[in-house]
């Protein structure tokens, strides 16, 4: 009996201890297995109390109990306190993590300035009540040339040197004038479109040349349209591109078929005050070619002349946002080369 009494003590002294060192959910868990497991030290002690005499059982039993609340207790305890340790420390590295912190070598995606200057275009024409076009790239000789006023025997073919396909009549489009074909051809006046897309010329690689590059077209056909109308038009259009409210514009007469009167639309240089080899010394920028609509060019798409009338232009989208983003060789926007693009 006495040495039951005995075991109790060294037990009860025993598991202080261990529960005192204890630092870990392991190591507690290991305690919990050998005192108060089914196998454990505890155990054992109940399981020999049984062989007692009544009288020795009064005795020990209640010492047995007490230990067992005691350990549990002390296990509970321990218990509660390593878990709000492990909370503790999670929540301090937590917010010790700094989001700000530099991460090297993450790419992080950003939209090619073709992207950003063509929904610059877009926006700017949607608020003035425009439509977005589009037309093909490979384009029947008819909508690139004939319809445009442009007959096969016409000089103005040498203007745009052409790349021709393998089929009969078939070429890729030299400029988006051939979008005003199509629409005028689908959709009744009134009508207002831009269409930027890209254009195709027969033409050697250099810093300003592609044989690929993007242009933008824009019609607007209804009744008493003049070039009033015009000259407000691609004077806001300009003014949103360059963010500049005091631009000035000079329009020369030019000569483009499908349009009559012709001109072209300059804006003073926004660079310099002197003239710079962006303006070529001149202070003047060339930015478009824009005119009234031919009649002939809205017979073609059975649109009477004598009812309606309207405005066009086409100008240089890789041009404007080659000068808009200080872009000195076209290559760099069409080459996709990450640097560059990163920039943006
Ligand atoms: N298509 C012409 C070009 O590629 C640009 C142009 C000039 C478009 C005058 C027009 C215009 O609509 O009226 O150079």
Redo the contacts with the bound molecule.
């Keep these: 009996m006495s040495t039951i009494k005995q075991q109790i003590t060294e037990i009860n002294q025993r598991f202080n201890e261990l529960i005192t060192a204890a630092n870990d959910a392991d190591a507690l868990e290991k305690i919990r297995i050998d005192f108060l497991g089914r196998k454990g030290k505890l155990t054992d002690l109940m399981q020999a109390l049984k062989a007692l005499s009544q009288d020795e059982k009064r005795d020990i039993g209640p010492l047995l109990n007490n230990l067992k609340v005691e350990l549990e207790a002390l296990y509970s305890k321990k218990k509660i306190e390593l878990e709000s340790n492990q909370y503790q420390q999670e929540a301090e590295s937590k917010s010790n993590f700094d989001v700000t912190s530099y991460m090297p070598n993450t790419l992080r995606g950003s939209l090619h300035p073709y992207t950003y200057i063509t929904e610059i275009i877009e926006n700017v024409f949607i608020t003035m009540g425009y439509e977005i076009a589009d037309g093909p790239e490979m384009e029947k000789e008819f909508y690139n040339f004939e319809a ?1 006023n442009i007959p096969s025997d016409h000089p103005a073919r040498d ?2 040197d052409t790349i021709w396909l393998e089929m009969p009549q078939m070429l890729m489009r ?4 051939s979008v ?1 074909i199509h629409t005028m051809q689908n959709t009744k006046p009134p009508l207002a479109i831009v269409a930027p897309g890209r ?1 195709y010329r027969f033409e050697a690689t250099d810093a300003s040349h592609d044989y690929v590059f993007k ?1 933008c ?3 607007l056909v209804g009744k008493d349209i003049s070039m009033a109308n015009l000259l407000a038009t691609t004077k806001t259009f300009l003014q949103a591109i360059f963010e500049k409210e005091e631009l000035v514009l000079r329009v020369r007469p ?1 000569y ?1 078929p ?2 009559e009167p ?3 639309i300059d804006i003073q240089c926004i660079f310099c005050k002197k003239g710079c080899s962006t303006c070529k010394q001149s202070r003047w920028i060339e930015c ?4 009234l ?1 031919n009649p002939h060019v809205l017979s073609h798409c059975n649109i009477d002349s004598l009812e309606y009338s309207g ?6 989208l890789t041009r404007l946002a080659m000068l808009k983003y200080g872009i000195n060789d076209i290559r760099m926007l069409h080459n996709n080369s990450v640097e560059f693009l990163e920039q943006f």
Excluded: D, N, R
């Excluded at 030299?174 to 004038?177: D, F, Q």
């Excluded at 478009?288 to 005119?291: F, L, S």
């Design positions: 445009l203007m745009q030299t400029h988006t004038s005003q254009a242009q077209e824009g019609l030019g483009f499908f349009v012709g001109i072209e478009m070619g824009a005119g609509v405005f066009a232009f086409g100008f240089g």
